[in-house]
């Protein structure tokens, strides 16, 4: 579902429209076409990407070439470098667009702004980090102590709608496993 990130701001963060004009000068949306890079390694993170419309993931590569997709970033998701944004340091991880996206950018002004002159914004914003966190624990809890199978259902229940958006190669890296590997586990589902 697409939506406009004051709208979801206003929705679910309960800023007012008040409060949005204050924020007005902070507000940037910008598009990224399909394989375009928001976050390169090496670069300090300035933004937290708010998508609006299309897909974005977040991924390391290893030394070896291998890549590992840690995160998704459909409609409505938030999506960031902590370790670079909070502390100034050189991100590890790359952020690019699985197909073409709009985002809204947070930078860490406009967090401190909001989080000044709306009370609500300040406690969803908690809540949401506190989410980030607790999604970020199960998620190593799946990797290091679940079977593929479970990951699997876990990632169609996280990403509902992304079976028909990214290639398999995409959600078997996210998984931790092979292409090969995902579909013996896709195959196993559908007799099972």
């Given at each position: 579902m697409i939506q406009d990130f004051q709208t979801y701001l206003k929705t679910n963060a309960g800023v007012t429209n008040r409060q949005l004009e204050q924020l007005q000068d902070l507000i940037f949306t910008k598009t990224y076409e399909k394989g375009e890079l928001l976050l390169d390694k090496g670069q300090i993170c300035?933004?937290?990407?708010?998508?609006?419309?299309?897909?974005?993931?977040?991924?390391?590569?290893?030394?070896?070439?291998?890549?590992?997709?840690?995160?998704?970033?459909?409609?409505?998701?938030?999506?960031?470098?902590?370790?670079?944004?909070?502390?100034?340091?050189?991100?590890?991880?790359?952020?690019?667009?699985?197909?073409?996206?709009?985002?809204?950018?947070?930078?860490?002004?406009?967090?401190?702004?909001?989080?000044?002159?709306?009370?609500q914004f300040r406690m969803y914003n908690e809540r949401i980090l506190q989410n980030h966190i607790r999604q970020l624990q199960k998620r190593i809890k799946l990797l290091i102590g679940s079977n593929a199978e479970e990951r699997y259902l876990d990632f169609v229940r996280l990403y509902p709608d992304l079976m028909l958006r990214v290639p398999q190669w995409m959600i078997a890296s996210y998984l931790g496993i092979t292409p090969e590997s995902l579909s013996r586990v896709r195959k196993n589902l559908v007799k099972g």
């Open positions: 300035r933004h937290t990407f708010f998508v609006e419309e299309g897909l974005l993931r977040f991924f390391s590569i290893s030394e070896e070439g291998k890549e590992h997709i840690i995160q998704f970033a459909p409609e409505g998701w938030f999506v960031s470098e902590r370790n670079s944004i909070c502390f100034n340091e050189p991100s590890e991880y790359f952020i690019d667009a699985c197909e073409r996206t709009t985002v809204a950018l947070m930078s860490q002004e406009f967090v401190e702004k909001a989080s000044r002159v709306s009370p």
